[in-house]
């Protein structure tokens, strides 16, 4: 095998759950059958490479210095959205009527992989929670160990701040059965429950 293809194999497994075998085919398709596209592929990753970075006001993807959510004067400037992600941000965009704006931690609070709160942007979060226009804080971290820890965390920092926490439901899904829910999840949402008017 060349060095080149070798080097293709190689970078192409950089991406998320590609391993050798699935590089490697991904590489050989390309040259087998989709050279011109693999030649856009390789112009439109170099450009957003080069010319991505984040949004100074919430720390999402962006190519220009405020991304269109944070430019926009349509978005609720009252309720911000904490997320760890910015595929976070697109899944309750894509699935709720949410108005309001976001705040992308990029991580959650982890000290073993050396993610504290400067690396999460907390100090530009409770600055920006400081200024007095944000009322409701919805803290939208996943339910794992650091994920709540987390929520924890920005709770404290919302009500420093005179603001008020919320926190996602999490339990039982839409449609689903109490016999199929796995223990956890069926704890959390028995322990979560809530009086029905």
């Known amino acids: 095998m060349s060095k080149l293809l070798s080097?293709?194999?190689?970078?192409?497994?950089?991406?998320?759950?590609?391993?050798?075998?699935?590089?490697?085919?991904?590489?050989?398709?390309?040259?087998?059958?989709?050279?011109?596209?693999?030649?856009?592929?390789?112009?439109?990753?170099?450009?957003?490479?080069?010319?991505?970075?984040?949004?100074?006001?919430?720390?999402?993807?962006?190519e220009d210095p405020l991304c269109a959510l944070c430019a926009?004067?349509?978005?609720?400037?009252?309720?911000?959205?904490?997320?760890e992600s910015p595929t976070d941000l697109a899944a309750i965009e894509q699935a709720t009527g949410y108005r309001?704006?976001?705040?992308?931690l990029m991580g959650r609070l982890s000290p073993l992989d050396g993610l504290g709160p400067e690396e999460l942007g907390l100090p530009q979060l409770t600055q920006r929670l400081g200024e007095g226009e944000i009322e409701e804080m919805i803290i939208a971290t996943n339910p794992t160990v650091?994920?709540?820890?987390?929520?924890?965390?920005?709770?404290?920092?919302?009500?420093a701040g005179g603001v008020r926490p919320t926190r996602l439901a999490h339990g039982v899904p839409l449609g689903g059965e109490l016999e199929y829910v796995d223990r956890g999840t069926l704890a959390h949402a028995f322990g979560s429950r809530q009086l029905l008017d």
Do not use: W
């Open 7 to 62: 080097d293709l194999i190689e970078a192409l497994r950089c991406l998320p759950g590609v391993g050798n075998k699935s590089a490697q085919r991904m590489a050989f398709h390309l040259l087998e059958r989709e050279r011109e596209r693999g030649l856009r592929l390789a112009a439109t990753l170099e450009q957003a490479m080069r010319r991505i970075g984040r949004c100074t006001q919430c720390r999402n993807f962006s």
């Open 72 to 83: 926009s004067t349509s978005r609720d400037r009252q309720v911000l959205c904490i997320v």
């Open 100 to 104: 309001g704006q976001y705040f992308v």
């Open 146 to 159: 650091e994920g709540e820890a987390t929520a924890h965390y920005l709770a404290q920092l919302a009500r």
